[in-house]
């Protein structure tokens, strides 16, 4: 199955990530709300960079968004820390490859759109079996929080490890990414 990665740039693909995150809310969490949706793309989008993974068709399945925060957890364009907010896949695209191509994709951009990142974070309900054991692969919990809908695992990995696993396949081409094209995954 083949997918394309966009980094959003403008209003309309602001817009598209926005229909797609309302229209499949329960993919990221069975419990989100409209409202808990429309909170979290408010409370996100204008510090966060989206990028939205589209199939051959060129209709979005997917997204992923993230921002740059100081030791302190502020808000910071060329902070040390990557934090990823949310992500989701239409199931039909979750398989193993996709999404570690994916991810490496995602790992390579943010290389090079903030070189200052030491830090890769991100949560999952503590209750989620299957998002702790895949998560567990690449990065250690640090800590919990309670969230919105449960006590939460904080995960945590060095960037530089991270980019090193990820980019350890010799006989794929995606270590060349440019950053904002639209990349085939």
């Known amino acids: 199955m083949s997918a394309q990665f966009h980094v959003c740039q403008n209003d309309a693909d602001r817009a598209e990530f926005v ?30 960079r989206i990028m939205l993974i589209k199939n051959g068709q060129g209709h979005t399945v997917g997204w992923m968004f993230f921002k740059y925060v ?38 390579n951009y943010i290389q090079i759109d903030n070189p200052n990142v030491k830090q890769f974070e991100f949560r999952a309900l503590e209750s989620d079996a299957y998002l702790n054991k895949l998560y567990g692969k690449f990065a250690s919990v640090i800590g919990q929080s309670e969230g919105n809908y449960g006590l939460e695992n904080i995960f945590s990995t060095d960037f530089t490890q991270l980019l090193r696993l990820l980019n350890q396949s010799k006989n794929d081409n995606l270590r060349h990414f440019i950053p904002y094209d639209i990349v085939n995954l």
């Open 70 to 107: 100081d030791r302190h957890y502020e808000t910071n364009p060329q902070g040390e820390i990557v934090f990823i907010d949310s992500a989701i896949m239409n199931a039909s695209y979750r398989g193993g490859r996709l999404f570690f191509r994916g991810f490496r994709l995602m790992a």
């Open 19 to 48: 229909r797609y995150f309302i229209k499949n809310r329960n993919e990221f969490n069975r419990q989100f709300t409209l409202a808990d949706t429309l909170l979290h793309i408010l409370q996100s989008l204008h510090q966060s």
